[in-house]
C-alpha cells in the first residue's frame, strides 16, 4: 500500500532529556500517532525560513498545523490583551508560510487549535484574544460537545454531536475571506472552519491526537492519498 506523507509542523522549545538541556524542535506524540493510525506516514517539519515553505510543502502530500502558543496579535491588527500569550514570531511567520503555500498548491491542510487560528488569519480573518469554559484547568484537557453544520465538509466526515477533547482560551473572531464555519460548540464558539470547493481545508478548534475519533484525520489522509494519485485508501478504511 502506498501511504500518503503528512508533514507536522513543529516549534523551537527548550527541552530536557537524559543529560541534556538544550532547544529542541518539538511536537506532542499524540500528533504523529494519529497520523500513523489514520493510514499516513507522518514526517515532522521542522522551522525554517519561510522562503523555504513552498518547497517543503512540494514535497508533502498533506499537511497538518500544529496547535500551540497563541498567534500574536499584530498579525490581525490587533493590540494585545494582557491575557494573550508572549509572542511566537518566527513560529507565527514560518507556519503562515506553511499555510499560504498549501493553499497556493492545492495541498490537502488541516489546521488544529492554534492551526485553524491561524488558518483563518492567513485568510484575514481575527480572534477573540481569550474566552472562559474551553478547558479543564491549566495542563489538563477539558471536554465538549460539538456540532455540525449540515452540508459542510466535516458534516460529511462527522454528521453526529461529538464529544471532542479542548484546550483553548482564543477563538475565532471575524471570518476570513472564503471561510465557513462548519462545526460550533453549544456556546456558539466556531469549532471547525473549512474552504468550499475542491481543495481540501479543514481546522478543528479541538485537539483530536488526544481523543480516538480517527475520521478528520483519516479524511485528511484519504484527500492527501487521492491529491496525489495514490491508488490506496488507509489501510483501516479499507477494512471498513
Same mark, same amino acid.
Given at each position: 500500500?502506498?501511504?500518503?506523507? %503528512? ?10 532529556? @537524559? ?20 493510514? @499516513? ?18 514535497? #508533502?502530500?498533506?499537511?497538518?498545523? +500544529? ?7 499584530? /498579525?490581525? *491588527? ?10 511566537? /514570531? ?8 506553511? %499555510? ?9 491542510? #488541516? ?35 460539538? /456540532? ?14 461529538? *464529544? ?11 471570518? @476570513? +475571506? ?16 473549512? #474552504?468550499? *470547493? ?15 475519533? #480517527? ?13 496525489? *494519485? ?11
Amino acid at each position: 500500500m502506498s501511504k500518503p506523507l %503528512i508533514g507536522i509542523s513543529t516549534y523551537l522549545q527548550p527541552a530536557k532529556w @537524559g543529560v541534556w538541556d538544550m532547544p529542541a524542535a518539538l511536537l506532542p506524540a499524540g500528533y504523529p500517532r494519529l497520523v500513523q493510525a489514520a493510514g @499516513g506516514l507522518a514526517a515532522m517539519v521542522p522551522p525554517d525560513s519561510p522562503s523555504y515553505a513552498e518547497e517543503v510543502v512540494a514535497r #508533502l502530500d498533506g499537511l497538518v498545523v +500544529a496547535g500551540g502558543a497563541d498567534v500574536e496579535p499584530v /498579525r490581525y *491588527g490587533a493590540e494585545p490583551d494582557p491575557r494573550t500569550g508572549p509572542p511566537a /514570531r518566527e513560529r507565527d511567520a514560518w507556519e503562515l508560510a506553511l %499555510i499560504q503555500a498549501a493553499l497556493a498548491s492545492g495541498t490537502p491542510l #488541516l489546521g488544529i487549535c492554534r492551526g485553524m487560528q491561524l488558518l483563518n488569519v492567513a485568510l484575514g480573518g481575527t480572534l477573540v484574544q481569550h474566552l472562559d469554559g474551553h478547558t479543564a484547568g491549566p495542563g489538563v484537557f477539558g471536554r465538549h460537545t460539538v /456540532r455540525p453544520v449540515p452540508g459542510t465538509r466535516y458534516a460529511s466526515v462527522v454528521p453526529e454531536e461529538t *464529544g471532542v477533547p479542548t484546550y483553548h482560551h482564543q477563538a475565532i473572531d471575524r471570518i @476570513g +475571506a472564503g471561510v465557513v464555519v462548519s462545526a460550533y460548540a453549544a456556546d456558539g464558539t466556531p469549532e471547525a472552519l473549512e #474552504l468550499p *470547493g475542491g481543495q481540501w481545508v479543514l481546522g478543528v478548534q479541538w485537539h483530536p491526537e488526544m481523543g480516538e475519533d #480517527l475520521r478528520v484525520m483519516e479524511a485528511l489522509v484519504t484527500a492527501a492519498a487521492t491529491a496525489a *494519485g495514490r491508488s490506496s485508501l488507509p489501510e483501516r478504511q479499507l477494512q471498513a
